[in-house]
């Protein structure tokens, strides 16, 4: 059981992948408690990430920390998940074996906001009020 997960994006502090991430996790996990870092682009993302990681895993505790990155973001022409996960895979190497167990990879292909388009019910949901349903 994960009882803390640390989550790694690309996005700017409280943006959207930030927010359904924890929204995901919440549903998917009540009691897990979420550590989010939001490095603001992918490129912060490959350069950071094995810093970022092992201060999740040891200041905050984290048992699993998930690195998470679009594949297309609209300023670069898109590469592949596997390139781009060898890329990171490099940058985490200097950890020790049992830091580098403790952290996932998730290449999304298509933007996370994707994701919502594809469950309205989710939208709805999240969106309506006790006093105000929305359709």
């Not at 973001?73 to 592949?80: D, E, Q, V």
């Not at 830091?99 to 998730?106: A, M, N, R, T, V």
């Not at 994701?115 to 009020?129: F, P």
């Given at each position: 059981?994960?009882r ?28 897990t ?39 297309k ?8 998940c ?30 996370l ?23």
């Open positions: 059981m994960i803390k997960l640390g989550i790694i994006l690309e996005c700017d502090a409280g943006g959207p992948d930030e927010l359904v991430f924890k929204c995901l996790v919440r549903r998917l996990s009540p009691t408690e979420v550590v989010t870092r939001s490095l603001g682009n992918k490129l912060a993302v490959e350069e950071r990430c094995a810093d970022v990681a092992e201060a999740l895993i040891d200041k905050d505790h984290c048992d699993l920390v998930l690195i998470v990155w679009d594949l973001p609209l300023w670069k022409k898109p590469g592949s596997i390139t781009e996960t060898n890329n990171i895979n490099a940058k985490l190497e200097g950890l020790p074996n049992a830091k580098q167990s403790k952290i996932k990879l998730l290449c999304i292909t298509h933007e906001e994707t994701w919502l388009l594809a469950d309205q019910s989710a939208i709805r949901e999240h969106l309506s009020k006790p006093t105000y349903q929305c359709k």
